[in-house]
T-cell receptor, first 111, second 117 residues
Framework: AQRVTQPEKLLSVFKGAPVELKCNYSYSGSPELFWYVQYSRQRLQLLLRHISRESIKGFTADLNKGETSFHLKKPFAQEEDSAMYYCALRGNAGNNRKLIWGLGTSLAVNP | GAVVSQHPSWVICKSGTSVKIECRSLDFQATTMFWYRQFPKQSLMLMATSNEGSKATYEQGVEKDKFLINHASLTLSTLTVTSAHPEDSSFYIC?????????????FGPGTRLLVL
């Protein structure tokens, strides 16, 4: 079954501390993995995707196929990083382009 | 670029009436659009995939006769909540796909808050 698991509903860190938002997935093939972010009172937006292998706003995420994980990391959290973060998966089978979503992790960065 | 709009941004209606929500891709053409519900402090729940020129694909448990989806053009999809009831009150979000293959990205609208009295 296709599934995305974000084990932490809420993560609270202090400014300047490292942060890691966990994401594990279940998929039989080679999926595409994404992190989306939703800041307060804003629309959902793409943060990064595993294919791009880029760092956005200091965040990185490495796809670990052995552990079926796609954890989101940032070495030094900032207050403006406080938001809801969603991990999502898209399969590569057929024409089904829908995303499978995790339940989200609310990140609170405290001053 | 890649802006998605929704209209209205909020709507209040009486129980039993129907409500139409529009989703538009303003600066790109979207073959595929998606409709979601989001409950307070919860994740997105995909309701249906809307394909231009064909019938929408509904997720399990979503009543297709209750939530009518029309994707008449490459820039417009509509969701009509028919005979709305208070339990239909929710935040409805659409997204539109742009790009292909590894560059395909879903761009989200700002959402429509529906309150059924």
């Amino acid at each position: 079954a296709q599934r995305v698991t974000q084990p932490e509903k809420l993560l609270s860190v202090f400014k300047g501390a490292p942060v890691e938002l966990k994401c594990n997935y279940s998929y039989s093939g080679s999926p595409e993995l994404f992190w989306y972010v939703q800041y307060s009172r804003q629309r959902l937006q793409l943060l990064l995707r595993h294919i791009s292998r880029e760092s956005i706003k200091g965040f990185t995420a490495d796809l670990n196929k052995g552990e079926t994980s796609f954890h989101l990391k940032k070495p030094f959290a900032q207050e403006e990083d406080s938001a809801m973060y969603y991990c999502a998966l898209r399969g590569n089978a057929g024409n089904n382009r829908k995303l499978i979503w995790g339940l989200g992790t609310s990140l609170a960065v405290n001053p | 670029g890649a802006v998605v709009s929704q209209h209205p941004s909020w709507v209040i209606c009486k129980s039993g009436t129907s409500v139409k929500i529009e989703c538009r891709s303003l600066d790109f053409q979207a073959t595929t659009m998606f409709w979601y519900r989001q409950f307070p402090k919860q994740s997105l729940m995909l309701m249906a995939t809307s394909n231009e020129g064909s019938k929408a694909t509904y997720e399990q448990g979503v009543e297709k006769d209750k939530f009518l989806i029309n994707h008449a053009s490459l820039t417009l999809s509509t969701l009509t909540v028919t005979s709305a009831h208070p339990e239909d009150s929710s935040f409805y979000i659409c997204s539109a796909s742009r790009g292909a293959g590894g560059q395909e990205t879903q761009y989200f609208g700002p959402g429509t808050r529906l309150l059924v009295l």
